[in-house]
């Protein structure tokens, strides 16, 4: 059970509880996490927000395209859209989400696709268009390449047109047409807003060293 209570499923088909499909290959699905949200800073520290979620994104062998604070049904979230590598075969899956954090609790929309058969072609035409030099850029969160899945600019929107049939394209679209529909129950939106991650504990001491024994030979012995 989530706290949404409102999402508009048109050319979507139930799967599962939660989880729906379209004729693209699109899998929307939702999600309620009773959690501290997973988040690296407040929403209204968006550089610290971003740079943490791409350091994360790329520690997990993907990568952040694009991370942006905003708000669903007028409650702050943050908009991400990351690809990841499939491990059984080459190409990417493409992830569009938004987390609407509270203060122990989280709520996550997230539309996802993947590559089929055919891999690659975008990046490959957009980088002979643009050239090599101009196609991979420092990550614009970090000022750098770090890891992961590197950044580009055939990730950006503006090629999406091109590739109407790309899962970037469709789920970019797709987390764009469904986001104005999402509605919340009253009782989720009046929770208490996230105030950034839950403090992590100090490690415990070390244990004591065992005592040693024999050490010495009394002068009496």
Do not use: N
Not at 17 to 40: C, I, K, R, Y
Not at 134 to 162: N, S
Not at 197 to 216: L, V
């Amino acid at each position: 059970m989530t706290p949404i209570t409102g999402l508009d499923l048109t050319g979507f088909t139930e799967r599962e509880p939660g989880v729906w499909t379209d004729e693209a290959g699109l899998v929307l699905s939702v999600h309620f996490f009773p959690l501290v949200p997973d988040l690296p800073a407040p929403l209204d520290e968006p550089e610290r927000l971003r740079a943490g979620l791409a350091h994360g994104t790329a520690g997990a062998g993907g990568g952040l395209i694009e991370a942006v604070p905003g708000a669903v049904d007028g409650v702050p979230a943050v908009r991400q859209l990351v690809k990841m590598p499939l491990g059984s075969r080459p190409g990417q899956a493409f992830l569009g989400t938004w987390t609407v954090p509270k203060e122990g609790c989280s709520t996550v929309v997230k539309v996802q696709a993947a590559e089929g058969a055919t891999t690659g072609m975008r990046e490959a035409m957009i980088m002979a268009q643009v050239g090599p030099a101009d196609y991979f850029r420092p990550h614009p969160y970090v000022g750098d390449q770090i890891g992961g899945l590197p950044y580009h600019v055939g990730d950006e929107e503006r090629w999406d047109a091109r590739f109407p049939g790309h899962p970037l394209t469709l789920v970019r679209a797709a987390l764009g047409r469904i986001t104005p529909t999402v509605t919340f129950d009253e009782r989720f939106k009046a929770l208490p807003p996230f105030g950034g991650p839950a403090p992590q504990s100090p490690p415990p001491p070390p244990p004591p060293p065992p005592a040693r024994r024999g050490w010495f030979r009394r002068k009496d012995a």
